[in-house]
């Protein structure tokens, strides 16, 4: 296996709680981690989490900026498909049962930090855990897919990950009111409907006015449809937290495991 990139930490926190209050408090606590992170309160924190079990869609915030954002935004949830804004960029992924998701949350860097390295550190584990799996798994734009980009996770040239980055405050450790850190997201698709999921993407888009954003459903999967195999995110959160506690030490990383 290749060598992992040295700006890994040299200790991690792999945390597999997740935010029962609300869907969005589940999300946005992504971001109260990278607070703690960025002012030296925790140590780096690799993050597998689901979804709670609400039909939805996640965006960005630039996909309901402006009227007819918000418009469209509304409309979906009158139809039953509310929208939960994320702090990542990106384009509309689904929310809800059967999807699993992977967050790295960094201390911000000086020394060869740039976005491009921390895709590729996000993706490296999840491509070798599907390839663990017998999944033919590679990093790779998929163009139609749902929020593509050059840094989705595909099993045969249709994507099963999707990955978003924000970057917050200054360098950590500084003197500064406002130390930051690295979020780099990766939400897998293991069991959801992307029948539908698909279909109400293409919806919203429609709806607010994005005919640039084209999304088509051969161009995605999901781990259950690739492998054949009846996954829950249940499943596919205990399979990658053991591959995770198995692989770190390997690569000379620390993890420790908390509730």
């Known amino acids: 296996m290749i060598a992992w990139d040295p700006l890994w930490p040299r200790e991690v926190e792999v945390l597999v709680e997740e935010v ?9 606590h992504d971001d109260e981690i990278g607070q703690q992170v960025a002012h030296r309160d925790r140590i780096p924190v690799l993050r597998v989490w689901r979804h709670l079990p609400v039909t939805g869609l996640v965006v960005s915030r630039r996909d309901v900026a402006g009227s007819a954002g918000q418009a469209a935004m509304a409309r979906m949830a009158s139809e039953g498909w509310p929208l939960f804004v994320r702090s990542t960029g990106g384009t509309a992924v689904p929310h809800g049962e059967g999807m699993l998701n992977l967050s790295l949350i960094f201390p911000r860097q000086a020394e060869g930090a740039t976005t491009d390295r921390y895709y590729r550190i996000l993706c490296q584990p999840l491509v070798e855990w599907l390839r663990g799996l017998g999944l033919d798994a590679e990093m790779t734009d998929v163009p139609g897919a749902y929020c593509d980009g050059n840094y989705n996770v595909a099993i045969g040239g249709r994507k099963v990950v999707g990955t978003a ?9 500084m003197a500064s009111r406002h130390p930051g850190y690295v979020l780099a997201h ?5 069991s959801p409907d992307l029948d539908a999921a698909i279909a109400a993407i293409q919806r ?17 999967t999901t781990l259950a ?10 499943e596919a959160k205990a399979s990658l937290v053991e591959f ?5 030490p390997e690569v000379g990383v620390t993890p420790r495991l908390l509730p």
Do not use: M
Not at 165 to 170: C, E, L, N, V
Not at 205 to 218: K, L, M, S, T, W
């Open 20 to 28: 029962l209050a609300s869907p969005l408090d589940n999300i946005l």
């Open 165 to 173: 980055q924000a970057w917050r405050g200054g360098l950590a450790g």
């Open 186 to 190: 990766g939400c897998i698709s293991v």
């Open 204 to 220: 919203f888009y429609r709806y607010a006015g994005r005919d640039e954003v084209r999304i088509e459903r051969d161009k995605a």
């Open 225 to 234: 449809e690739a492998s054949r195999e009846p996954w829950t995110s249940g």
């Open 244 to 248: 995770l506690l198995k692989r770190l």
